[in-house]
Structures are given as C-alpha cells and as structure tokens.
C-alpha cells in the first residue's frame, strides 16, 4: 500500500490479541499504513485467539464486531478520512 489509490475502501480489521497466528500483528501493520489516508478502524480483542468467529462465550466483547463494522461501513460510504484505533472495548 505504498501508492495513494482514491479508490481504497475503507478497512475494518479486528483481530484477537492472543491470535497464534499473528493476524493482530499483521492487522496492525496494515492499519498503521492506511490510517489517515482511508476511512479505517482497528479492533484489538484483549486476549481473544484465532477464530472467535462472529463471538466467543469466553469473550463476549467480540460478539459485538460484526455489528460495529456494519456501522462502521454504513458510516465511511463517503470518501472522507477518518481512522480509529480500539482496543478492548
């Protein structure tokens, strides 16, 4: 992503912190690239692996994502730039 594309979609990522596959690392790099030049938002799960799929009973915070990225993606159909970085909510 080194070359300013005005045709970027916005970007959620949410990842679980203690993912064994490093997608949290790689969420936030991708992100650290993109903010402030895309519509963006990071979710970092404290603690939640690889895999909780749409929620987990042992952490219940990550049942909420796929309804924060529909707002989020509701919100950034225009092209304004705005980035958010959340953790642990």
Known sequence: ??????????????????????AH???QKIYDQIQGRI????????GAKHGFGIGTD??????????EADIFFQENKSSDVDS??????
Do not use: H, K
């Open 1 to 22: 992503m080194n070359e300013e594309n005005p045709n970027w979609p916005a970007m959620f990522l949410c990842s679980g912190t203690d993912d064994n596959f490093g």
């Open 25 to 27: 690392v790689t969420a």
């Open 39 to 46: 519509p963006a938002q990071l979710r970092l799960y404290e």
């Open 58 to 67: 042992e952490f219940p915070e990550t049942f909420g994502w796929p309804y």
């Open 84 to 89: 958010e970085l959340v953790i642990g909510e």
